[in-house]
C-alpha cells in the first residue's frame, strides 16, 4: 500500500512537470513569430527631391602669385644675409651684403670718387650761376659729376642685394661667409597677397570646371576653409599623364597661407538640382535588378529602380521614387514584398 502511494506520487509529479513544460513552451515566442505579429522593425525616411552636390579634394602645395630668386652679380665671399625667413620686405629694400672693400665691385673708390666730385659740381655750379664760367665748362663738369654718380650706383648695387619684388622672404640658400657664384641663388622672395595652388586633373574631371568657379581650399594649419578662384585651365593634356593642369588663385591679404604650405583644393564635380537621390546601402539587388522598399499601410512594398549618378554614398533614382514615398533604409535585407513593418525612426 505504501509503496502504490509512492508510485502514485511520482507519476503526479512527473505529469505536473511535464504540463508546466508544455505551458512554458506555449508562451514562449520565437522573434520571427513577434515580428510577424508586430511588424518588422525598420527605419524610413521621406523622399524629397532636392539638389545633389559633391566635391572632389586634391592635395597639393601653394606658391606665391610671384615667386623670384636674389642673386648676387659678385662671385666672392658674402658678408651678411639681413632678412630670415618670413620676414616681409618692399621692392629696393636690402637682403644681403658683399664686403664694401672688394675689389671687384671697387666700392670705396666710387664711393670716394662721387662724393668729391659731387662736392666740385655743387661749388662750380654756384660759379656758373654768377657767371664766373661758361656753359661749356659748366656742362663737363656735370658730365664728370653724373658718371662718377652712375659709377657708385654700379657699385652699391654689387654690394648690396636688393629685393626685386615686394612680398615674403621663402626661403634661403646659403650662409653668411659662403662663397656664391652669379648664379647662385642666395634667397627667394614670394608675392603673397595671393597665392597659387596647381593641380592636375584626370580626363573625366575637366568637363566640370571652368575659369572664375570657385574651389574650396583647405589646410590642416588653420581651422577656417579659404576660397579661390580657377585663375587657368591647360587646353590640351600633358602627353606623359594625360591630366589637364588648373591653376586656383586664392587672395590672401592677411599672409596666413605661406608658400610651400600643402592644401586640399576641392573641386565641385557634381551639381544636379531638383532630383531624388537615397542612399547606396538601400537598394536591394536580385540579378542585375534594382530595388527598394517603401512602407505603405504598415506593409513593405517592393519597388524596382533606374538609377543613374552615383556620388559618394548617395545615388540618383532616374525613375521609381517620388516624393512623400518613405524610403526604408535600415532593415530592408528582412523585408519580402508585403512583409508587415514597424516604423521605429
Known sequence: MKKLLITTAIAILILLTSCSKKSKETKSKSIDQIQSENGIPVVVSDINS???????????YLKGAKQQKVYGMLGDDLKSIDVKTGDIVKSGD???????????????????????????????????????????????????????????????????????????????????????????PIL????????????????????????????????DSYDKEFIGKVKKVS???????????????????????????????????????????IPRNSIVKIGKRKFVYIVEDKKAKRVEVETGLTSGDSVVIKSGLSNGDKLVVQGQSRLSDGSKVKIVS
Do not use: H
Not at 190 to 210: G, H, R, W
Open 235 to 277: 587646353l590640351s593634356a600633358n602627353i606623359r599623364t594625360g591630366g589637364f593642369t588648373v591653376e586656383i588663385a586664392i587672395p590672401n591679404k592677411e599672409s596666413k597661407l605661406r608658400p610651400g604650405l600643402f592644401c586640399k583644393v576641392l573641386f565641385k564635380t557634381v551639381d544636379i538640382k531638383d532630383v531624388i537621390s
Open 94 to 184: 636690402v637682403v644681403a651684403k658683399f664686403a664694401t672693400d672688394n675689389p671687384k665691385a671697387q666700392y670705396r673708390q666710387a664711393k670716394i670718387q662721387a662724393e668729391t666730385i659731387e662736392k666740385t659740381y655743387s661749388r662750380m655750379k654756384a660759379v656758373f650761376e654768377s657767371g664766373g664760367i661758361s656753359r661749356q665748362k659748366m656742362d663737363e663738369i656735370e658730365a664728370k659729376y653724373k658718371a662718377a654718380k652712375e659709377t657708385y650706383l654700379m657699385a652699391s648695387k654689387l654690394v648690396n642685394i636688393k629685393a626685386p619684388i615686394s612680398g615674403m622672404v621663402t626661403d634661403i640658400f646659403v650662409d653668411p661667409g659662403q662663397r656664391v657664384k652669379p648664379s647662385t
Open 50 to 60: 532636392g539638389e545633389l552636390i559633391a566635391w572632389t579634394d586634391y592635395t597639393t
Open 188 to 219: 627667394e622672395i614670394a608675392k603673397t597677397d595671393e597665392v597659387i595652388a596647381k593641380i592636375v586633373l584626370e580626363e573625366s574631371k575637366i568637363q566640370y570646371v571652368n575659369i572664375g568657379d570657385e574651389v574650396r581650399v583647405k589646410s
